[in-house]
């Protein structure tokens, strides 16, 4: 619900946008899941949008936003449960002709465009970032019971390796130096393509891609963690040993309410795994507080767990019913008061923990690229950017002295000392 409460902000900043003249907005689209998921029910009760797309309008996109600025207002869709879209075979999944975001190419483009966002949609990029999301699977196979994200985004289906070589290489060509795979379970990559080991085969062929100088990998289950694919992660040149691991709570039990896999053993015994292969590696997940039937005793075992674990950083979310999930007609549901007072102390916990994380990293050598430079930084100009443990948008960023640094340059620098999850760093001299 904090979600969607945000989305419908930013739909309503952008329509007050449009209602200043002095601004270029001409109109204010709703697309993505929020827009796929309530689809004419959002348009009823946001009649400042112009329009509410569905994925299915994403095969004409053009011509859709064409009509939109002539005045026009294309009736919204009726939400379905896009899981029965596709076969439930993965292996027949190819060859469905259904709009997916992400997928599908242009045969001729244009120069200065690449496919992105869904069949026959072109892209350019409207930020100079170092970095940029390079996604190479859409929707999700697994049934979390909390989860409404399968009957929105539909079944698993993984973009072909020339697709996202295809796009890699034009990333790089236009100033991107890391690219930031993305999907709902990098984990299962592949499966649809007959090669469940695919990624493997993928991240070499990335860091090959002319220009590009870090591989960094996200959302990967648990459950689905292979000793291949850590290898890969932990051992190819250019590929950021991070780990985005969906744990989302600790307790055994719990984790089977939620139809899910593991436990605070497993889970551990992975992390030492992953240390054990790359010392420094970076570690971040989510939990969930507050899911029905949760126990006192699940919240310290869950506690516990993250004061083992080591992470950089954690997401700390309390659970509310999503419609059409299977949770949401679980009994024993916890007061929203319950709910607030466990996300609040674990949220507590998790500050403490991860700035400790940080702290620990303090004589630790780092690669960091430079993503922002601060002429006005309080300490002196300063260079912004992340080393190989952070993540874009939401870990924490590493700040070192400017001096000649530029936007875009990988920098070897001494961690000297850390504020909360954020690091600050000499450069090296070398």
């Known amino acids: 619900e904090s979600a969607k409460k945000d989305s419908v902000d930013a739909l309503l900043e ?17 697309v993505g899941c929020l827009a796929e998921r309530d689809g004419e029910q959002l348009a009823g009760s946001l009649p400042e949008a112009d329009a509410v797309l569905g994925f299915d309008s994403y095969a004409d996109l053009s011509d859709q936003l064409s009509a939109i600025l002539n005045g026009e207002r294309p009736a919204s869709h009726t939400p379905r ?14 060859g469905a002709g259904v709009a997916v975001p992400g997928h599908g190419t242009e045969p001729d483009l244009p120069a200065g465009v690449a496919p992105a966002s869904g069949p026959r949609v072109l892209r350019r990029r409207l930020d100079g970032r ?34 996202v070589l295809a796009e890699a290489a034009w990333l790089a060509e236009r100033g991107v130096r890391e690219l930031f795979l993305v999907s709902e ?10 090669d469940l080991r695919l990624l493997e085969t ?7 891609v002319p220009g590009v100088q870090r591989v960094r990998v996200s959302y990967l289950q648990p459950a689905e963690m292979r000793p291949s694919l850590l290898t890969a992660m932990t051992t190819v040149p250019g590929v950021v040993p991070y780990f985005d691991l969906s744990f989302q709570h600790a307790a055994g039990p719990l984790l089977r309410r939620m139809q899910r896999f593991g436990d605070a053993t497993s889970f551990l015994t992975l992390l030492d795994q992953v240390r054990a292969a790359a010392p420094l590696a970076g570690v971040r997940s989510n939990v969930i507080v507050g899911f029905p039937g949760e126990t006192e005793d699940d919240v310290v075992e869950l506690e516990q767990f993250l004061t083992a674990a080591r992470l950089d950083v954690v997401g700390v979310f309390g659970y509310s019913d999503e419609d059409g999930t299977a949770a949401e007609g679980y009994d024993n549901k916890l007061p929203e008061a319950v709910v607030a007072e466990r996300v609040a102390r674990l949220t507590d916990l998790v500050e403490q923990l991860t700035a ?21 930084d309080e300490n002196g100009p300063a260079a912004h950017g992340r080393a190989l443990h952070q993540g874009p948008d939401v870990d924490g960023t590493t ?9 875009g340059d990988v920098v070897r620098a001494m961690v000297v000392a850390s504020e909360g999850v954020d690091l600050v760093a000499e450069p090296l001299r070398e």
């Open 81 to 94: 449960d896009r899981r029965t879209l596709l076969p439930l075979s993965p292996a027949t999944r190819q």
């Open 130 to 163: 170092p970095w940029a999301p390079l996604k190479i699977a859409s929707g999700c196979d697994r049934r979390c019971a909390f989860c409404a994200i399968p009957a929105f985004r539909g079944a698993f289906l993984s973009r072909r390796p020339a697709d």
């Open 185 to 194: 379970n990098s984990t299962s990559y592949g499966k649809d393509l007959g």
């Open 14 to 30: 952008a329509a007050d946008l449009k209602a200043d003249a002095g601004t270029r907005t001409q109109a204010v689209v709703a």
């Open 356 to 376: 400790q994380r940080a702290e620990e990293r303090i004589g630790e050598v780092v690669e960091v690229l430079v993503e922002e430079i601060d002429a006005l």
């Open 399 to 407: 700040r070192l002295p400017a001096g000649a640094l530029a936007v």
């Open 202 to 208: 993928l991240l070499p062929e990335l860091t090959a």
